[in-house]
């Protein structure tokens, strides 16, 4: 995270619209494509739009704001900072490809490992 003064000064930030949904709503076919596509992520970068999208840095979601951009500015009103995201393909199938080997790991040995928290948690 950067001071949003002195390293985004370039990108346009409307600080009233962070915590806001925008007035524009996703079509049917631009959900399906957000939804089948996890939002550009499985497309090659030349079909995502050249934008920065200003976005909140926490959970707010509102995906007609970052609909197929490349770069997301996440911020955070708070302590006015910022981080810019650009997306990485690679990385994406990376983190896809151990979100599914932990949870196979995890429903294989998922007594073993309520038990071990359970024992944990009995000895604190």
């Not at 995270?1 to 925008?22: A, E, G």
């Not at 840095?57 to 995201?85: G, H, I, S, W």
Request: hydrophobic residues 40%.
């Amino acid at each position: 995270m950067w001071p949003i003064d002195s390293m985004y000064r370039h990108i346009p930030i409307d600080y009233t619209t962070i915590y806001r949904k925008s007035p524009a709503t996703l079509t049917q076919k631009e959900q399906r494509r957000y939804d089948n596509t996890c939002n550009g992520q499985t497309l090659s970068p030349a079909a995502l739009k050249d934008t920065v999208a200003v976005i909140a840095y926490d959970t707010f979601d509102d995906p007609a704001k970052q609909y197929m951009a490349k770069e997301m500015l996440a911020v955070n009103l708070f302590n006015r900072t910022a981080c810019l995201r650009t997306r990485d393909n690679a990385r994406f199938k990376a983190l896809v490809t151990r979100h599914k080997r932990l949870l196979t790991f995890y429903f294989i040995h998922k007594e073993d490992i309520i038990a071990e928290w359970a024992l944990a948690g009995s000895s604190s």
